[in-house]
């Protein structure tokens, strides 16, 4: 098991991409927009191969107890298989703890279920 990425959101997408391009080297992937929602994300891949999830949507406060806080958002766990997601987020589930979404496909292709640690903080389990 390994972090698979670090998901941030942001009130300005364009600039706060850029500072980790001009100042970290990191390589952005095409901008993805749900077109359901206000939520629209980049990737930045790092020359060690971490990458952080930028992301952005209308409705962003700056309460970090309800709706989409601004700053890191959830963590990401890669499982190695849809099989490891969909076991660990049904163990997780059944020991009581929050299940936000999923298992599912989402938009920009990635198989995850998101689940909540004790404190309410997200992760995000994926392949």
């Known amino acids: 098991m390994k972090i698979e990425h670090v998901g941030l959101f942001v009130s300005k997408l364009e600039q706060t991409v850029s500072f ?14 749900n077109p359901r929602t206000t939520f629209t994300s980049q990737f930045l891949t790092f020359s060690d191969g971490a990458r952080l999830e930028v992301c952005t949507r209308a409705d962003l406060n700056s309460s970090r107890l309800t709706g989409y806080p601004l ?19 049904a163990k997780i589930t059944e020991a009581g703890y929050q299940h936000l979404s999923g298992p599912r496909v989402t938009g920009d292709n990635y198989y995850e279920s998101v689940v909540c640690d004790p404190e309410g903080n997200q992760i995000e389990l994926t392949v």
């Open 71 to 89: 700053g890191y958002q959830h963590l990401a766990f890669a499982l190695g298989s849809r099989q490891a997601v969909d076991t660990l987020s």
């Open 20 to 33: 980790y391009e001009k100042y970290f080297g990191a390589v952005a992937s095409a901008k993805y927009h």
